[in-house]
């Protein structure tokens, strides 16, 4: 990444920050947090915090997280907020590009 780049992700972040959404910056890409739902923000919590830890992830791995938090995950569930957030490459899970 050279020197330009970097200023132009200060800017960024700093606007981004500015105007109060809830964005996770992850690898140089910006993640909505929450997307107000009650029934999906805690899972996507879930989800973002291990893309934060780590580049991919299966599916087992982020289910026995969310599930050590006290949230049930259900085919539906899982398939709202991976699918929003990520992209797929066999059975790892990616941050979309």
């Known amino acids: 990444?050279?020197?330009?780049?970097?200023?132009?992700?200060?800017?960024?972040?700093?606007?981004?920050?500015?105007?109060?959404?809830?964005?996770?910056?992850?690898?140089?890409?910006?993640v909505?947090?929450?997307?107000?739902?009650?029934?999906?923000d805690p899972f996507r919590a879930v989800v973002i915090d291990l893309l934060s830890e780590k580049e991919s992830f299966k599916r087992a791995e982020v289910t026995e997280k969310a599930n050590a938090q006290?949230?049930?995950?259900?085919?539906s569930l899982y398939s709202k907020v991976v699918k929003d957030i990520c992209a797929s490459k066999g059975q790892l899970w990616f941050l979309k590009n």
């Open 70 to 75: 006290g949230i049930p995950v259900t085919d």
């Open 1 to 30: 990444m050279g020197l330009g780049s970097a200023a132009a992700d200060i800017v960024l972040e700093e606007l981004v920050t500015a105007a109060g959404l809830p964005l996770t910056r992850i690898r140089r890409m910006f």
């Open 32 to 40: 909505l947090r929450e997307v107000g739902k009650a029934d999906l």
